[in-house]
């Protein structure tokens, strides 16, 4: 069965700083990675997925995560953040099983943007 | 385009009643659809996928008989907590897959149930 791991409960960063939110995974195959944030209730927006090819993928709102099959992670990276971005983060791998994909999420990252 | 809705937004009901909770795909239809659990500061959990004219498949530790599952065409799924407890109080939110679509999950805004 996969897992999905995000060590950072909690991140701080200054507005304009650059981010970087970690998530590893435990597949037995190439996995399908997801990275989606939510607003405190709402339900999820898809930042951005990756699948297969290039492994820097580049998502909405200006976000890039990049798979790293050696070091089983796919971080979310962002240059500069903005103060909308303050949300949580969830990783989530997906079961390539035509018909029936499930997603197993991390639990999250919570991230705070200081002026 | 792609957007799920969710109905009620929110819920509270007495313990020992039953809430349903409906999931519609707006402007797409969806054969697939996934019911999932968000405790407070949690992750969300899987509970069960859905499939448009058959059975549920639920994950294990979930309750069919009390998570009813309904999932009758293929823009609209129910979820029905029968006799809730106030240990059902929680965020549910679910996600639809579009029909001949891989992999791509679609998610609605969430139902917050409280249960007293």
């Known amino acids: 069965a996969q897992s999905v791991t995000q060590p950072d409960i909690h991140i701080t960063v200054s507005e304009g700083a650059s981010l970087e939110l970690r998530c590893n995974y435990s597949y037995g195959a190439t996995p399908y990675l997801f990275w989606y944030v939510q607003s405190p209730g709402q339900g999820l927006q898809l930042l951005l997925k990756?699948?297969?090819?290039?492994?820097l993928v580049q998502g909405i709102k200006g976000f890039e995560a990049e798979f790293k099959r050696s070091q089983s992670s796919f971080n979310l990276r962002k240059p500069s953040v903005h103060w909308s971005d303050a949300a949580e983060y969830f990783c989530?791998?997906?079961?390539?099983?035509?018909?029936?994909?499930?997603?197993?999420f991390g639990t999250g990252t919570r991230l705070t943007i200081i002026p | 385009g792609a957007v799920v809705s969710q109905h009620p937004s929110w819920v509270i009901c007495k313990s020992g009643t039953s809430v349903k909770i409906e999931c519609r795909s707006l402007d797409f239809q969806a054969t697939t659809m996934f019911w999932y659990r968000q405790f407070p500061k949690q992750s969300l959990m899987l509970m069960a996928t859905?499939?448009?004219?058959?059975?549920?498949?639920?994950e294990q530790g979930v309750e069919k008989d009390k998570f009813l599952i309904n999932h009758a065409s293929l823009t609209l799924s129910t979820l029905t907590v029968t006799s809730a407890h106030p240990e059902d109080s929680s965020f549910y939110i679910c996600?639809?897959?579009?029909?001949?679509?891989?992999?791509?999950?679609?998610f609605g805004p969430g139902t917050r149930l409280t249960v007293l």
């Open positions: 990756y699948f297969s090819g290039d492994t």
């Open positions: 859905s499939n448009e004219g058959s059975k549920a498949t639920y």
């Open positions: 996600s639809a897959r579009p029909s001949g679509a891989y992999n791509e999950q679609f």
């Open positions: 989530a791998v997906g079961e390539p099983n035509f018909g029936n994909e499930k997603l197993t």
